[in-house]
């Protein structure tokens, strides 16, 4: 017998090179999390975490979710007593202070974080104040040089949102789509007298490619400094290869907030149709 373990957790990327584990022993949090399971649940190698969203180095996470298949046997040990909750104060014991688990629970067998989900959402926190982030917000906040419009930059956002393929925001990765659909991406000014020029993106899609949100962030911080026109967007979205000339916004602004998942009856469904490839005949 098995259980399906669903893991919520929140992290620092600032110190950690991405979410999944690498050769030559690089930090990573997935290599970390999967070391304390291996020690408290007993288990070897063979046991890895699925994650919702496979984060780049030195991005953030508030609303990661991650399982993965243990044997039912594992938790009854005296001090889990077959509840996986009291993993999550057992796990947080030895995990560093840039991990936390928010909760660890048991899920429906047709579970998995990565093909179930519907949506992910991030938030990209930005300064253009000539001095940079606040001390206290210098690993969340990024900096760019110049002055933006935000007004600008919200009607760029808004050029992206829909079904596309997004090949020039993207990273080129083998045998993957670049075809996503974005359903909310919005900007707003959060300035105030101690963070002036401060802004907040949130965007949300079905799914993001390698280095899609940093890309659209950086697009839209483009045009709204002027150094691109309001065509840059619709531009973009005719390409089928990775555009040169969008710049990459810096990883420290970028955290995964959330993941949305169907009805437990839906879970299998809803993997199977995320597990299907799509093609460029879908976008009209």
Not at 30 to 54: F, H, K, M, N, P
Request: charged share 25%; glycine share 6%.
């Amino acid at each position: 017998m098995t259980v399906n373990l669903r893991f919520d957790i929140a992290y620092d990327g600032t110190n950690f090179h991405g979410w999944a584990t690498q050769k030559g022993g690089l930090r990573t949090v997935q290599q970390t999390i999967e070391e304390a399971l291996r020690l408290v649940l007993r288990l070897d190698d063979s046991y890895q975490l699925t994650v919702a969203g496979r984060t780049d180095a030195g991005v953030h996470a508030t609303g990661q979710v991650a399982n993965m298949v243990v044997p039912e046997s594992c938790l009854e040990q005296r001090s889990i007593d077959g509840d996986p909750a009291r993993l999550t104060r057992r796990l947080n014991k030895l995990l560093p202070d840039d991990i936390s688990l928010l909760a660890v629970s048991a899920a429906p067998e047709a579970f998995d974080a990565r093909f179930g989900a519907l949506r992910r959402y991030y938030e990209y926190r930005v300064t253009t104040r000539p001095g940079g982030p606040l001390p206290l917000r210098r690993f969340d906040t990024a900096t760019w040089k110049k002055p933006v419009d935000i007004d600008v930059v919200s009607a760029c956002a808004s050029a992206f949102v829909g079904l596309h393929d997004f090949a020039a925001l993207c990273k080129h990765k083998p045998h993957a789509t670049t075809i996503r659909t974005v359903e909310t991406f919005t900007w707003e000014d959060i300035s105030t007298p101690c963070e002036p020029q401060t802004y907040l993106a949130k965007v949300s899609a079905d799914a993001f490619c390698w280095s899609m949100v940093r890309s659209l962030v950086g697009a839209c911080l483009a045009v709204g400094e002027g150094r691109r026109d309001l065509s840059f967007a619709p531009h973009l979205l005719t390409l089928k290869e990775r555009a040169a000339d969008v710049p990459v916004a810096s990883a420290c602004g970028l955290t995964l907030t959330g993941v949305d998942y169907p009805s437990d009856a839906e879970l299998a469904s809803r993997a199977e149709e995320t597990r299907r490839k799509r093609t460029a005949d879908e976008i009209e």
